[in-house]
């Protein structure tokens, strides 16, 4: 289905997770959130060239809802044009995208 390299760099990711990822993981895990199936750091393609393709990997993701939830640390602080921008083609591709700060997760689940 995906590459090795971008099955490699999902395996890496779910390895080493932020202590807020683990958080609602727990949350989320054998479709504990109303029923729904989420998937954690799995590959989202975009768009595909000469077999060159181009992914986002989302924290979390439910294709039956079309949701993406992405976690954000201090780090995207300084990348907010590239966040809207990733939530820009995500949504060109039907997916909304909802955005928690760390602190809030810590606050509330």
């Known amino acids: ?32 959130f109303a029923g729904y199936k989420f998937r954690r750091q799995h590959p989202v393609i975009y768009q595909s060239i000469q077999g060159n393709r181009r992914f986002f990997i989302p924290d979390f993701y439910c294709a ?15 990348q907010k044009d590239y966040d809207d921008n990733r939530d820009f083609v995500l949504s060109l591709l039907g997916l909304k995208t ?7 997760l810590e606050e509330s689940i």
């Open 64 to 78: 039956e809802k079309k949701l993406v939830i992405e976690l954000d640390g201090k780090i995207h602080e300084f």
């Open 1 to 32: 289905m995906f590459e090795p390299s971008i099955t490699n760099l999902c395996r890496q990711l779910r390895q080493n997770q932020t202590p807020s990822e683990v958080r609602l993981w727990k949350a989320l895990k054998h479709n504990r």
């Open 98 to 104: 909802i955005r928690i700060l760390n602190e809030e």
